[in-house]
């Protein structure tokens, strides 16, 4: 335990004596520089953490946690098996869907895109597309009309507004003597979504189920039954029941599967982050140690005089660990501020760092989401703020033991 004449030398050493202002300097050099590599730590983290959990939540907000796909595309049977699925432990819902890609044709361009049927009910069941609707409305979806919402980024390509009519190209058509014509169909644009990931807003064409049959020509089958279960991270033991139940009506596929390279990707792009910017702090810290050195050494007479009015080596000791760790303390306390800071304003500092450079740095066709996302992980942050510690503590404990082990002979021979 430290004492009250420690704390007060260990105090003074951490402002500037006469002749100490290089010491002084290269010790707020590396406050500055822990301050930089806790706040760097946490904004990144952070960010990371934020785009895995908004990518994860809108994928398997569209997409479920798992799905059956029937045979050809093609689930004919599919009420009965769904019922059956419902009463797997584990399922919350089971959705009917149809999905085909086709092409979209408005005025001279063409794009490709993914219709998705859903019924009435599942569309406004949906928050990732219902509480995400820009313009328009979905209630203007009935089966039976020629209606369809399209995602933001499908109506900017396309040049296409609310009200305008595209025109959905099926490859499955017409068979004549000169081969398969291609079926044409106008629908009218009433809605208008942005869910948020570039891909999905660029393909997406939603319409009512039994327009969609109409539209594929699928006489009341549906091609996808989308699962939603109780705990996605436990999916292997939910399916197994599942997969037994479906037996040879179509094949189960989990989101693990279906995204496995995109999610194993960000954990090995996570962790790597985390330790190559770990690094600033080490080099921080090395900032610590040498300021401490230089400390040690230009307080040698000091050092001495202490010991011969009966201080102790782990006196010394006690007093040089603090001055080190309150450099390294102060550094975190400013890293924690500057970090939270950045993540607050960090939609500001893009956009403001763009226009200086002319370059786009959040480009949602290259990272998926419209935003940049953030969500700080409180555990997270505890073990970076004990790593900068205990860098800081380990970085103190040479230049104290040689100050503990300073011969007060040798220093005041000559004095």
Not at 238 to 254: A, H, K, L, Q, W
Not at 283 to 304: C, E, H, Q
Request: glycine fraction near 8%.
């Amino acid at each position: 335990m430290i004492t009250r004449y420690e704390r007060m030398i260990a105090g003074r050493y951490l402002l500037p004596g006469r002749g100490e202002g290089f010491i002084f300097l290269v010790a707020s050099i590396s406050l500055v520089a822990v301050a930089l590599g806790v706040a760097a730590l946490i904004a990144v983290m952070s960010v990371m953490n934020g785009f895995r959990a908004e990518l994860f939540d809108k994928i398997l907000g569209l997409n479920g946690h798992a799905v059956i796909q029937g045979y050809g595309g093609r689930i004919p049977e599919w009420q009965p098996l769904m019922a059956k699925v419902r009463q797997s432990p584990g399922i919350v819902s089971a959705t009917p869907l149809i999905e085909q890609p086709l092409m979209a044709s408005y005025r001279s361009r063409v794009e490709g895109v993914l219709l998705r049927g859903m019924t009435l009910a599942d569309i406004h069941n949906t928050p990732v597309i219902a509480n995400n609707v820009k313009m328009g409305t979905l209630k203007d979806l009935q089966p039976g009309t020629n209606n369809v919402a399209i995602g933001a980024r499908l109506a900017e390509a396309l040049g296409a507004t609310l009200g305008d009519s595209i025109a959905l190209i099926s490859p499955d058509g017409q068979v004549t003597p000169f081969g398969s014509v291609p079926r044409i169909v106008s629908y009218k644009i009433v809605a208008i979504f942005e869910v948020g990931i570039y891909d999905y807003d660029k393909a997406f064409v939603l319409m009512p189920m039994e327009n969609a049959q109409t539209l594929l020509r699928m006489d009341g089958s549906v091609g996808i039954i989308e699962l939603v279960t109780k705990d996605p991270d436990k999916i292997e033991a939910i399916m197994e029941p599942v997969r037994t139940v479906v037996g040879g009506s179509g094949v189960t596929t989990d989101w693990r599967s279906m995204n496995a390279a995109l999610f194993q990707a960000l954990v090995v792009e996570r962790t790597v982050m985390f330790w190559v910017l770990s690094i600033i702090i080490l080099v921080a810290v090395f900032n610590i140690l040498s300021s401490l050195i230089m400390l040690v050494r230009a307080k040698s007479r000091d050092i001495a005089i202490l010991r011969t009015m009966g201080a102790s080596r782990s006196s010394l000791m006690r007093i040089f660990v603090t001055v080190g760790t309150l450099i390294g303390a102060l550094g975190i306390g400013l890293g924690l501020v500057l970090g939270f800071t950045i993540l607050a304003f960090r939609a500001q500092i893009v956009s403001g760092v763009s226009a200086l450079t002319g370059a786009n740095l959040w480009d949602p066709s290259v990272r998926y989401l419209t935003d940049l996302p953030s969500k700080t992980d409180p555990v997270e942050v505890i073990g970076i703020v004990a790593l900068a510690l205990l860098l800081s503590f380990l970085a103190t404990l040479y230049p104290a033991w040689k100050a503990a082990n300073t011969d007060p002979v040798q220093v005041l021979r000559y004095e």
